[in-house]
């Protein structure tokens, strides 16, 4: 399999932080959740939301995304990150405490809904796409879409999220992610949400796509140049079709983690 990468950063192209905390909230509110496992998960909401981001935390590795996304862009994925994931670490399945139970079901949908995106979006849409004047430019639209996903999914955030992941107290409970490693991305995290804070994304975008903040505001706010560049390539209809396989597929993939991690009797 060619590298769908080549060049950019391997994990700029997956949804944010924002827009898994959203899709993951929500998640918890399903009528298809049972009602033991949102109770539990619930009960355990701040690990749960901090697992739902963990995996985008930047660790000191070679190939950061095999590193805590258990694929690379270079090879097809044949099995369930997540599953590689607990096959690597079989400790995982058997976490110490409801806490870290909670984190690791965040954490695995986490994995399956990038999954997912790899698959139906990044790769066909914008890697192998053949739109747009180069490549190039095509993953600098992937960032504007990332963008404008960020954005929605930051407004639809209930008011008492930020709350409830700046009270996650993680433990030891990733073997491959340091501690201090985690609880500093859950304060850069927590830093835009709480109170008078501001989302950095296209600040942090725009560094990586050698575009300004202000003009990849410009661009976003420019209703007739999106539809040109973006919206006439990748259809609204085909995101909202991406975004619902990637929930279904978390939610799938959340359940089965939830069966193999159920505690003796």
Do not use: C
Request: aromatic content about 8%; glycine content about 4%; overall charge negative.
């Amino acid at each position: 399999m060619t590298d769908i990468n080549q060049g950019i950063e391997p994990n700029r192209t997956m949804p944010t932080p924002f827009s898994h905390l959203a899709t993951l909230h929500r998640l918890l509110q399903a009528d298809d959740l049972p009602a033991a496992t949102r109770t539990a998960l619930t009960a355990e909401q701040s690990a749960y939301l901090l697992g739902s981001v963990a995996p985008d935390a930047r660790i000191d590795a070679p190939d950061s995304r095999a590193a805590t996304h258990f694929y690379t862009y270079t090879e097809p994925i044949t099995q369930a990150p997540w599953r590689v994931m607990l096959s690597r670490y079989p400790s995982l399945q058997k976490p110490e405490s409801a806490a870290q139970r909670a984190f690791v079901g965040g954490y695995v949908a986490h994995l399956a809904m990038d999954e997912v995106w790899t698959k139906q979006m990044l790769g066909p849409h914008f890697a192998f796409g053949e739109w747009g004047e180069s490549r190039q430019q095509r993953f600098y639209l992937l960032h504007l879409l990332l963008s404008h996903m960020d954005e929605r999914d930051l407004a639809d955030l209930p008011p008492d999220v930020p709350k409830v992941l700046h009270a996650a107290r993680p433990g030891d409970w990733l073997p491959f992610m340091p501690l201090a490693v985690l609880a500093g991305w859950q304060q850069l995290i927590d830093r835009q949400l709480r109170p008078g804070g501001h989302s950095r994304t296209l600040e942090i975008f725009g560094k990586r796509v050698g575009h300004s903040a202000a003009e990849m505001r410009q661009q976003l706010d420019d209703t007739a140049w999106m539809q040109r560049q973006l919206w006439d390539h990748v259809p609204p209809s085909v995101l909202a079709d991406i975004e619902a396989h990637m929930r279904d597929h978390a939610h799938e993939s959340l359940l089965a983690y939830w069966q193999l991690s159920e505690p003796a009797s």
